[in-house]
Nanobody, 116 residues
Framework: QVQLVESGGGLVQTGGSLRVSCAAS????????MGWYRQAPGKQRDLVAT???????TYTDSVKGRFTISRDNAKNTVYLQMNSLKPEDTAVYYC??????????WGQGTQVTVSQ
């Protein structure tokens, strides 16, 4: 059993920065890839960024150059540094993890709101 708990969301003005964090607990050694998805009101949940256990990141095109994903394996934590935020980044951000056996885990979500 793995639990993912997000923190760090909030309200920021356009152009501002936020960092969200996700701490894994439980059988954390069973998580390989981790990442972030987001879901805006009335829209589907979309991939934002992922990172392998070895630290190789991938990003959706809309956040490249603005967001940085990182992880601290010793702390079982993944981070998403979000810079140059835009109103269209407003969404609930969900932490995601996947085991080597393709089991998937989700956090409860944290709200990020970017005001005009």
């Amino acid at each position: 059993q793995v639990q993912l708990v997000e923190s760090g969301g909030g309200l920021v003005q356009t152009g501002g920065s936020l960092r969200v964090s996700c701490a894994a607990s439980g059988r954390f050694f069973s998580i390989s890839a981790m990442g972030w998805y987001r879901q805006a009101p009335g829209k589907q949940r979309d991939l934002v960024a992922t990172i392998t256990y070895g630290g190789i990141p991938t990003y959706t095109d809309s956040v490249k150059g603005r967001f940085t994903i990182s992880r601290d394996n010793a702390k079982n934590t993944v981070y998403l540094q979000m810079n140059s935020l835009k109103p269209e980044d407003t969404a609930v951000y969900y932490c995601w993890g996947r085991s080597p056996f393709e089991d998937e885990y989700w956090g409860q979500g944290t709200q990020v709101t970017v005001s005009q």
